[in-house]
């Protein structure tokens, strides 16, 4: 079974500061990650993802995320943060041959002026 | 860009009524997802589709809730009846074949059972 973890239901920070929100998966096999932000009343929309290529993942909006396979992690980050970063943030694992995504519980982002 | 379109986009209705909602995927989307997130919850899968085939409804509480892709296109998920826990935002989402990694997510319906 396959399963995210994220740390942190709500997360806080100043406009211009880093942002940084964690996922830890859990695997068998080999993972297929994926970072999605929700805005309010709307759908998902894919920031980035990794499927076994490159470890440091570039994404959207100046997001990126390094794939850490010793640390089972999936951590998302943005160097300076901008209002309109303020969303719900996704954690979502699949593998080859079996797309279901599992999505973690996500993370709240709040940017402070 | 094309893009999966759901409706209606807000739902509220009494339980024991029944409801439906409707997706479009995105054109040429072999698979077909639908979704159930509750509030303060990452989406869970209820049913997925290839073409008009069932491929997973293994979380679909298929006393009350049923789904259909009758020509491999468009979809409906329907519940009846609805109860006060189905409150819920009911996403739809489509990838080119079930071998795709990506998930194209429709903005989603909201619905809500008084």
């Known amino acids: 079974a396959q399963s995210v973890t994220q740390l942190g239901s709500h997360v806080s920070v100043s406009e211009g500061a880093l942002v940084l929100l964690r996922c830890n998966y859990s695997s068998s096999v080999p993972p297929y990650l994926f970072w999605y932000v929700q805005y309010p009343n709307q759908g998902l929309q894919l920031l980035l993802k990794y499927t076994s290529a490159a470890t440091l993942v570039k994404g959207i909006n100046g997001f990126e995320a390094e794939f850490k396979k010793s ?32 999505f973690g519980t996500g993370t709240r982002l709040t940017i402070i002026p | 860009e094309a893009e999966v379109a759901q409706s209606p986009r807000y739902k509220i209705t009494e339980k024991s009524q029944a409801v439906a909602f409707w997706c479009d995927p995105i054109s040429g989307h072999a698979t077909l997802y639908w979704y159930r997130q509750i509030l303060g919850q990452g989406p869970e899968l209820l049913v997925q589709f290839q073409d008009e085939s069932v491929v997973d409804d293994s979380q679909l509480p298929k006393d009350r809730f049923s789904a259909e892709r009758l020509k491999g296109v468009d979809s409906t998920l329907k519940i009846q009846p609805a109860e006060l826990g189905d409150s819920a935002m009911y996403l739809c989402a489509s990838s080119p074949d079930r071998r795709q990694e990506t998930q194209y997510f429709g903005p989603g319906t909201r619905l809500l059972v008084l």
Not at chain 1, 73 to 96: G, I, Q, R
């Open chain 1, 71 to 102: 640390e089972t992690s999936f951590h998302l980050t943005k160097p300076s943060a901008h209002m309109s970063d303020a969303a719900e943030y996704f954690c979502a694992v699949s593998y080859f041959g079996n797309e279901k995504l599992t």
